[in-house]
């Protein structure tokens, strides 16, 4: 199939285009990024909500949504350093329970 968001050929069963990132729908091949673009930085906000559980997406998300936010006007850049922030403050918190 083909990334309908930047029209590369993926493989059938691809989750995430390997081209450029994006979730792809693996029935319909629906790229989340159109959607992505008209709501704001969804990454941003994942990697937000996640920080507060898994610091390690946080900061995978909170990274990308970072690098995304660039090329969208600043969109989510806010969201991103949060959830970098937080994800930081929850590893330091989870080494400090851990040890
Ligand atoms: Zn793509």
Same mark, same amino acid.
């Given at each position: 199939m083909f990334c309908t968001n930047c029209g590369k050929e993926i493989p059938d069963? #691809? +989750?995430?285009?390997?081209?450029?990132?994006c979730l792809v729908n693996?029935?319909? #091949? +629906?790229?989340y990024c159109t959607q992505e673009q008209q709501q704001g930085n969804g990454m941003a906000i994942a990697g937000f909500v996640c920080s507060f559980f898994v610091p390690l997406l946080g900061w995978i998300f909170g990274g990308i949504g970072l690098s995304r936010s660039a090329k969208r006007n600043g969109k989510g850049k806010a969201f991103s350093i949060a959830a970098l922030a937080i994800a930081s403050v929850g590893f330091v918190l989870n080494m400090a329970l851990l040890f």
């Open positions: 069963n #691809a +989750v995430v285009c390997t081209a450029c990132g693996g029935e319909r #091949a +629906v790229s």
